[in-house]
């Protein structure tokens, strides 16, 4: 099955200042690839995603890109403001499969 | 409105206890799943289902139930559990089409067994 790889594993950053996760999948089938933030106590809320049809999608200081032929896409944070501190998921799926292959998740730190 | 609602939201148990967990949307969503979070873990998956049908069974044991009695729906019987069972208890929904779909989770029932 799918194995998605999540790097680093802890992320501290002083406020303003950018945060990059990148997560590599195992599965060149796989095309759909969301990124889920999860608070202390939270649910996991799905932020952003992407599909491999496109390279990159923004969404005001969030963005993903994604290199399918290396096969990792990355999560990249501007101007990061202490509401961002949580811990972040990057998850992988093949079109017309319910599974999200997840990474092991990443914990942001924002300093301010 | 993206939302999933989910009650309790937190459950103690003992492990002769027999207790359910609430799960609903609105949002027209077909597929229903239910996911157990560790801490510090990602979630894994536990049941689907799929036009209120069970489509997947992660292997997990008979003490837990599911159960969707109709589309916006979804329950999850808890019978006999033990305390490596205490957990986080999320359920998230998505459509169902030819294209792939996003999964909204909701906020989680936190599960404490004694």
């Known amino acids: 099955g799918e194995n998605v790889e999540q790097h680093p594993s802890t992320l501290s950053v002083q406020e303003g200042d950018s945060a990059v996760i990148k997560c590599t999948y195992s599965?060149?089938?796989?095309?759909?690839f969301p990124w889920y933030k999860q608070e202390l106590g939270k649910g996991p809320q799905l932020i952003i995603d992407?599909?491999?049809?496109?390279g990159e999608k923004k969404d005001q200081r969030i963005a993903v890109t994604l290199n399918k032929t290396a096969k990792h896409f990355s999560l990249h944070i501007t101007e990061t403001q202490p509401e961002d501190s949580a811990v972040y998921f990057c998850?992988?799926?093949?079109?017309?499969?319910?599974?999200?292959?997840f990474g092991k998740g990443n914990q942001v730190v924002v300093i301010p | 409105d993206t939302e999933v609602t989910q009650t309790p939201k937190h459950l103690v148990m003992g492990m002769t206890n027999k207790k359910s967990l609430k799960c609903e949307q609105h949002?027209?969503?077909?597929?229903m799943y239910w996911y157990k979070q560790k801490a510090k873990k990602p979630p894994e998956l536990m049941f689907v289902y799929s036009y209120e049908k069970l489509s997947i069974n992660e292997s997990v044991p008979s003490r837990f139930s599911p159960e969707c009695p109709n589309s916006s729906l979804l329950n999850l019987h808890l019978h006999a559990l033990q305390p490596e069972d205490s957990a986080l208890y999320l359920c998230a929904s998505s459509q169902i089409a030819g294209q792939v779909y996003e999964q909204y989770f909701g906020p989680g029932t936190r599960l404490t067994v004694t």
């Open positions: 992407i599909r491999s049809n496109v």
């Open positions: 949002m027209g969503h077909r597929a």
């Open positions: 599965d060149s089938a796989s095309n759909y």
């Open positions: 998850a992988a799926s093949i079109q017309g499969n319910n599974r999200l292959a």
